[in-house]
């Protein structure tokens, strides 16, 4: 669990809001290794050569540092629409890349302790009241509201696109009658 925001499943390679259920984002295998190395080496400077070597090379990939930083530009991008309230991943210039300090990571669940009697809300609920933890967030309720605009902006062009759409099946229909006219 990210910051008690998220959580990240390294068998399912997803993320889930812990405020919305239903906010889940699938991750593509190098992105959820990226990140399953930058949880596993909090606090240590993780370098671009030592991602290549553990993410691709490890497996018998060979890719370009384009497509490494296109991951964790990814990475970025997947944690903040899962309801991650900032970003978690800091770029260290000429040295790689590591986890900010205040990055609060906690195992919910060991396999020992899963239940597959139970779903996994429930699970993660369970672990929510035996911390005590207060699930509402000032900062998350900002970021919800931030994507709320975004997503606004986003629907503008759909309207745009269809009132087009209108107009040019009038035009066609216009054209045709004074065509045959």
Same mark, same amino acid.
């Given at each position: ?6 959580? @990240?499943?390294a ?7 812990l #405020?919305? #259920?239903l906010? !889940? ?7 959820? =290794? ?5 949880l596993?080496?909090? &606090? =240590? ?5 030592? +991602? ?15 497509? @490494? ?18 970003d !978690? ?6 040295? &790689? @890349? ?8 906690? $195992? ?18 369970? @672990? /929510?009241?035996? #911390?005590? $933890?207060?699930?509402v967030?000032? &900062?998350? /309720? ?5 994507? +709320?605009?975004? =997503?606004?902006?986003?629907? !503008?062009?759909?309207?745009i696109l /269809? !009132?087009?759409?209108?107009? $040019? &099946? ?6 045709? +009658?004074?065509?045959? /006219?």
């Amino acid at each position: 669990m990210i910051n008690e925001e998220v959580i @990240f499943d390294a068998n399912a390679n997803e993320l889930q809001s812990l #405020k919305d #259920k239903l906010a !889940i984002v699938s991750l593509n295998a190098p992105t959820a =290794r990226c990140l399953q190395l930058l949880l596993e080496s909090k &606090g =240590r400077v993780i370098s671009r050569e030592q +991602f290549l070597a553990e993410v691709w090379n490890a497996r018998g990939v060979v890719v370009s540092q384009n497509t @490494f930083y296109q991951n964790i530009s990814l990475l970025r991008k997947s944690l903040e629409q899962a309801g991650l309230s900032k970003d !978690i991943i800091i770029t260290v210039r000429k040295r &790689g @890349f590591i986890l900010a300090s205040d990055v609060e990571i906690s $195992t919910y669940l060991n396999v020992a302790e899963r239940s597959n009697d139970k779903p996994l809300n429930e699970q993660i609920n369970k @672990f /929510l009241i035996e #911390k005590k $933890t207060d699930p509402v967030d000032e &900062g998350l /309720l900002a970021h919800k509201h931030k994507c +709320f605009r975004k =997503r606004r902006v986003l629907n !503008i062009p759909i309207w745009i696109l /269809l !009132i087009l759409i209108v107009m $040019t &099946g009038v035009n066609m229909i216009l054209l045709y +009658f004074n065509v045959i /006219l």
